[in-house]
């Protein structure tokens, strides 16, 4: 099972930064927090990664707190594309590096 | 970037029949290869994982004889759906995971037996 807590859904202004949490308490020391959305009907969109630092590219900025029981993902300006179903996974090394995918928190952007 | 390519993208298939779903890694190799069914407004459950060469590992509860899983190549994985029923009708994406690139998704098979 995942081992992560999403919200259900969020909103966001379109233009605003996009705050998504996660919580992963359980996490390993090994074990990276991975990013993916997928929009209605399609497959899941990479986003990011991480283990203990913080990380950023063209897409978005993961902050994960430094006991890394819990990280956000930051859409730094959010727009309509963006509203899609935002999935934090940890990556469940010791078990061939599997991804689950647990509930995913729904993101709506709105004008 | 890497690229996972999925056919066909939608089928109707009549109960009773099979349907193979391929999936395609075009720019690097996938050593490993991760099949998922989604139902509407659920999340990605896994079903299986492959890797080239072997057989491939289901998830529990997965019936390994009805969903057929062959990784005969480094770019390439199959599911077929063996005597398909409306029961098996869902979204399936695969997943292709290369040394460099991490796991990339394909975009989605949608099943639906009549």
């Known amino acids: 099972d995942a081992k992560t807590t999403q919200p259900p859904s969020m909103d966001c202004a379109e233009g605003r930064a996009a705050n998504l949490p996660c919580n992963h308490s359980t996490i390993s020391g090994n074990e990276y927090v991975y990013w993916y959305r997928q929009i209605h009907s399609q497959g899941p969109q990479y986003i990011i990664h991480?283990?203990?630092n913080n990380e950023t590219n063209e897409m978005a900025s993961l902050i994960i707190t430094e006991d890394r029981k819990s990280s956000t993902l930051i859409l730094p300006h959010a727009t309509l594309r963006d509203t899609a179903v935002y999935y934090c996974?940890?990556?469940?090394?010791?078990?061939?590096?599997?991804?689950?995918f647990g509930q995913g928190t729904e993101l709506s952007v709105k004008p | 970037g890497a690229v996972v390519s999925q056919h066909p993208s939608w089928v109707i298939c009549k109960s009773g029949t099979s349907v193979k779903i391929e999936c395609r890694s075009l720019d690097f190799q996938a050593t490993t290869m991760f099949w998922y069914r989604q139902f509407p407004k659920q999340s990605l459950m896994l079903m299986a994982t492959?890797?080239?060469?072997?057989?491939?590992?289901?998830e529990q509860g997965v019936e390994k004889d009805k969903f057929l899983i062959n990784h005969a190549s480094l770019t390439l994985s199959t599911l077929t759906v063996t005597s398909a029923h409306p029961e098996d009708s869902s979204f399936y994406i695969c997943?292709?995971?290369?040394?460099?690139?991490?796991?990339?998704f394909g975009s989605g098979t949608r099943l639906t037996v009549v």
């Open positions: 997943s292709a995971r290369g040394a460099t690139y991490g796991y990339t």
């Open positions: 492959s890797n080239e060469g072997s057989k491939a590992t289901y």
């Open positions: 996974i940890v990556r469940v090394g010791d078990q061939g590096g599997k991804l689950i």
């Open positions: 991480g283990l203990k």
